[in-house]
């Protein structure tokens, strides 16, 4: 593109924290190369998808505004997150969990009882933390500012959403943005968010010529949409026979409703449970509560949202009552799989709060799937890998799991080795899939 120029943004390394003073403003003008270094003053953090406060630096060429930008000093005003940390959650969850839930998501028999009555009883405690999506290429785009129009180059999961944050940002029509798309390489839900496009619209307008803004790899890692970490506190009993006959899970996560509010019970983005989540439907006493921990992280969609987290829970708390039954862990899969069907509730309304895509093909683990067909991937998954009939080296064991998420029903049995220095090898991994029809 000709007159093309190149951009960096740095912003508050506290989730949208704002400018308080740029220290060295004129210093940062006056290194050769560097055509511009401005205050963006940007919003919120419930604007996290579009522009946030922080300082552009623009060049001729990409490493002088890097080099540049490493000679920033700025004064930022960090805002009510800089108190907030992962040690801080955990405390808020074992304090929210001594204490009855917020909500009831589903309640099916009577727990209480079923639990009281039960044979052994198992209680355990799962966490999982926010993660980065940590895709191959950081976030970059090219915007052209020109007459009231601005031309986009970049990678957008969701375009048409780019479009409309692009035009609210710049203060122009939507038919003015447009948008090339190119391909490039699995974002892992992390281009389902647009703020490096928003960027690159804003810097271009500001500077009147095109620019290429380019992220670093630091700046992905610290400045992500994250998938939401998120506390399960579960207790299950198994009856004299070792049928799983009570579940409840408190399960706490996190919101950025003001305390308070009517609707203060809202998750943030992905981080929520739906009332069918497996094994709702196929326990006969059945609990599923939530409380929420208010915070400040910007969170979003990763691969199969809330899917990938809730899986490892739920099956790791199956494998615990298995072994508290004293059953093989895919035999009592199996049986799980094959009794009786607590009645369903009518399906929740869409959340009009949910991210992009969320939910399309069924959502994670979710109403109505069919037990038969996990039945077949578990008994598949079972005589491809040999379960049980394989006599294995010491120290060598075999897990199986399985998970429905967007209308796939998946089952898989890992061969895993424990060396005498505790060191995990992960010898083979058998999957079974059924994505017909």
């Known amino acids: 593109v000709p ?55 623009v060049a001729d060429k990409w490493w002088t505004a890097q080099t ?35 909500a009831s998501l589903r309640t099916d028999g009577d727990v209480d009882a079923a639990l009281k009555g039960a044979a052994k009883v198992v209680e355990a405690a799962y966490q ?47 038919a003015n943005v447009i948008i090339h798309l190119y391909r490039s390489g699995g974002a892992f839900g992390r281009r389902l968010y647009n703020e490096h496009l928003v960027e690159a619209a804003a810097i271009s307008k500001a500077v009147n010529a095109p620019v290429q803004l380019r992220w670093t790899r630091e700046d992905d890692m610290a400045h992500d949409l994250f998938r939401p970490g998120g506390f399960h506190f579960l207790k299950g009993g198994v009856d004299a026979s070792g049928k799983l006959v009570a579940w409840r899970n408190h399960f706490i996560n996190f919101t950025q409703d003001p305390p308070g509010r009517e609707g203060g019970q809202r998750p943030t983005s992905s981080s929520g449970m739906g009332a069918a989540e497996f094994p709702a439907r196929f326990v006969p006493n059945y609990a599923l509560f939530t409380s929420m921990i208010p915070f400040g992280v910007p969170t979003g969609a990763m691969r199969a949202p ?41 399906p929740p309304p869409p959340d009009p709060n949910a ?30 890998s040999g379960w049980g009939t394989r006599k294995l080296p010491q120290g060598t064991a075999m897990g199986v799991a399985f ?35």
């Open 128 to 174: 999982y933390p926010f993660l980065n999506h940590a895709q191959m290429e950081p976030m970059t785009a090219v915007a052209s500012f020109k007459d009231n129009r601005v031309e986009i180059w970049a990678g957008t999961q969701t375009p048409a959403n780019a479009r409309t944050t692009i035009a609210q940002t710049l203060g122009i029509e939507p």
């Open 306 to 346: 809330g899917s990938n987290a809730i899986a490892f829970v739920m099956q790791s708390f199956i494998d615990e009552m298995a072994n508290a039954a004293g059953k093989d862990p895919l035999e009592f899969r199996l049986a799980l799989l094959s009794g009786p069907l607590v009645v369903p509730p009518p």
């Open 403 to 437: 998970h429905f998420s967007h209308q796939g029903y998946f089952a898989e049995v890992a061969e895993v080795a424990v060396d005498a220095s505790k060191r995990v090898k992960v010898n083979k991994v058998w999957v079974a899939g059924d994505i017909g029809r």
């Open 355 to 384: 991210p992009p895509g969320a939910g399309r093909g069924g959502g994670g683990g979710g109403q109505g799937w069919d037990p038969a067909r996990m039945r077949g991937e578990l008994e598949l998954v079972r005589d491809k």
């Open 68 to 102: 540049a930008r490493k000679q920033l000093r700025v004064n930022w005003n960090p805002g009510p997150t800089a108190t907030e940390s992962w040690a801080g959650y955990e405390k808020a969850a074992a304090d929210l969990v001594t204490k009855p839930p917020a």
């Open 3 to 57: 007159g093309m120029l190149y951009a960096v943004f740095e912003k508050c390394p506290v989730f949208a924290g704002k400018v308080a003073e740029i220290v060295n403003l004129h210093q940062i003008k006056a290194i050769p190369g560097v055509t511009h270094a401005f205050l963006v003053e940007g919003g919120t953090l419930a604007n996290a998808n579009g522009l946030l406060s922080g300082v552009a630096v």
